[in-house]
Antibody, heavy 122, light 107 residues
Framework: QVQLVQSGAEVKKPGASVKVSCKAS????????IHWVRQAPGQGLEWMGYINPYRDGTNTAQKFQGRVTMTWDTSISTAYMDLSRLRSDDTAVYYC???????????????WGQGTLVTVSS | EIVMTQSPATLSVSPGERVTLSCRAS??????VAWYQQIPGQAPRLLIY???TRATGIPARFSGSGSGTEFTLTISSLQSEDFAVYHC?????????FGQGAKLEIK
């Protein structure tokens, strides 16, 4: 079945970086946009950006530009999200999500990975 | 950036009742709204996209409607497993944005 499996929880100090992985299965990874969405404790959902393995591109929300790097390895169907210069307000669950039906950008998300809790604390 | 506003923030309802959740966009977004259900401690699950198309495997008691700036999610007869947080999201253009969430709780 279609599935996204993310790496485990992380605890980081302010100023450090974190890299979250997202392994896809059950579909052709290179045909789909993969997005990253985060959710701070008790808060709503926030879109961070996407990768487009099909057209070899990325797009990052302005808020995260300069701090977020999204990459992928098609050979192992895995996407990565690297967030640098961590602050306490980056404490959140980070989700990878698959976009729509593939090839084109639809902007709705299904399925979701299980989430990775990143805690930033001194 | 398009702002999505959900109302009410919390709704207390009884099993079997019909409930309607609202979502307003700060500018016209056609029919490009998705709805997600999130049970505490779990990842969100897609319910509706394109304002009214149910995702695969979603029960028929969930329906979506609206266009332009006003959208609704209706659950025709609440089941115990439907008590959760519901998020709307505009997928008209990036940056994709979500509402703040609406919590359905048992009365």
């Amino acid at each position: 079945q279609v599935q996204l499996v993310q790496s485990g929880a992380e605890v980081k100090k302010p100023g450090a970086s974190v890299k979250v992985s997202c392994k896809a299965s059950g579909f052709t990874f290179s045909d789909y946009y993969i997005h990253w969405v985060r959710q701070a404790p008790g808060q709503g959902l926030e879109w961070m950006g996407y990768i487009n393995p099909y057209r070899d591109g990325t797009n990052t929300a302005q808020k995260f530009q300069g701090r977020v790097t999204m990459t992928w390895d098609t050979s192992i169907s895995t996407a990565y999200m690297d967030l640098s210069r961590l602050r306490s307000d980056d404490t959140a669950v980070y989700y990878c999500v698959r976009d729509g039906f593939g090839k084109s950008l639809y902007g709705w998300f299904d399925p979701w990975g299980q989430g990775t809790l990143v805690t930033v604390s001194s | 950036e398009i702002v999505m506003t959900q109302s009410p923030a919390t709704l207390s309802v009884s099993p079997g009742e019909r409930v309607t959740l609202s979502c307003r966009a700060s500018q016209s977004i056609g029919s490009n709204v998705a709805w997600y259900q999130q049970i505490p401690g779990q990842a969100p699950r897609l319910l509706i996209y394109g304002a009214s198309t149910r995702a695969t495997g979603i029960p028929a008691r969930f329906s979506g409607s609206g266009s332009g700036t006003e959208f609704t999610l209706t659950i025709s007869s609440l089941q115990s497993e439907d008590f959760a947080v519901y998020h709307c999201q505009q997928h008209n253009n990036w940056p994709y944005t979500f509402g703040q969430g609406a919590k359905l709780e048992i009365k």
